[in-house]
Structures are given as C-alpha cells and as structure tokens.
C-alpha cells in the first residue's frame, strides 16, 4: 500500500448550475455530468517521491450521474514532472493510491495521463488554467440576475471527496477539446483547498 499526502488548491467546473446538486448526493442538473478537477499540488509526497508545485487534471463525460459509471476521462500531468514524479502522479490519477481517484476510476474509461503545459493562475475569482491546446478555464464570481450584484456563496461538505469547503463560482470560460469535448462557459465552477493522503 502506497505512503502519500497532497495538499494544495483545486479548481472545479461542469455543467451543472451554481453549487452543482451532485455534492449533495442529488443528480446532476441536467441529467449528465460533464466535467472535471484541476489540482494545484502545494506540498506533496507519494511513496518518498516529492511532488510539490506540480499539476494535474482529470476531465470526464458521463451519461448520467457519476456513481451510474459509462464515462469517458482523460487526465493530464504537468510537463515540468521528472520521470518520477509523472509515475508517482500516473499511479495517483489511475487511482492506485486511493483519494478521490481512487472512488472515481470505477466510473469511467481513462485515457492519459497526457504530459502538457500547465499554465495556471491562482487568483481566487479571478484564477485561469490552460493545459496545453486543449483544456481552458476561467472563474468568476456568480452575479444576481436581476441586479448584476457579485454574489460570494461558500459551501461546507464535511464529508466531501474531493474538497471540504468551497468557495462558489462561474466559469467565465470553460472549454475541453479532447477524447471527451465540450463548452461549459458560464456555468458551475468552484474553488478550495484539498488534503489527501492514507
């Protein structure tokens, strides 16, 4: 069994409206979930191999809610990784270490990891991500309908898989042309700090 611990900044869109039902165990707005998770590693170790200030994303399509599994994944590593750290950080995605990974790859049908650029700005509202030509991100705050207000809602899930505590938002601009496609721009985007490990 594999010794690890990751920490650091996750970024989340899909498809669903703000919040996203599927946090609380209900189906996904629209029937499917199309979407996915971009983590930002602050400190993290897997099996003595550091993986501190590294990147890795995993996007999916699913017919239906995810725990109905038939999905399509692809996932991505930073290309800054030397070769231990992308076969640290493959077991990781492929869910051979467990965490969230481990849950989801029961799911769906992963292709990667694929190596590629990870250009990622950690600005709370403000963050951007751009992995290599195919994976574009950006958040923004929810505003009110009718007044155009910025709203800031939070969202505690102490059981949660993926992230405890979330601050809500859109996605300004959220497109994936890979194995799995679509453009998500302008729907359920979040962002919080994560803490895995056995």
Wanted: net charge negative; with cysteine.
């Amino acid at each position: 069994m594999a010794t690890w611990r990751l920490n650091g900044d996750v970024l989340i869109a899909c498809n669903c409206d703000w919040g996203c039902p599927c946090n609380f165990n209900a189906r996904p707005t629209h029937g499917k979930c199309e979407g996915g998770w971009l983590w930002m590693v602050e400190q993290g170790e897997v099996d003595g191999v550091r993986v501190d200030g590294r990147g890795i994303a995993l996007y999916a399509d699913w017919p239906g809610a995810i725990h109905e599994g038939g999905g399509r994944a692809v996932c991505y590593i930073d290309d800054r990784t030397d070769d231990a750290q992308r076969a640290a950080l493959t077991r990781v995605l492929r869910g051979e270490v467990g965490g969230p990974w481990g849950v989801f790859i029961n799911t769906y049908d992963l292709t990667g990891p694929e190596l590629a650029r990870f250009d990622v700005q950690l600005a709370d509202y403000g963050s951007r991500v751009a992995i290599g030509n195919t994976v574009q991100l950006e958040i923004q705050t929810i505003r009110n309908p009718v007044t155009q207000a910025e709203a800031h809602p939070e969202m505690v899930l102490p059981e949660g898989l993926v992230v405890k505590h979330a601050r809500l938002a859109a996605s300004k601009l959220f497109r994936v042309r890979d194995r799995v496609e679509y453009d998500h721009s302008g729907r359920y985007a979040a962002f919080g700090r994560f803490e895995y490990g056995s």
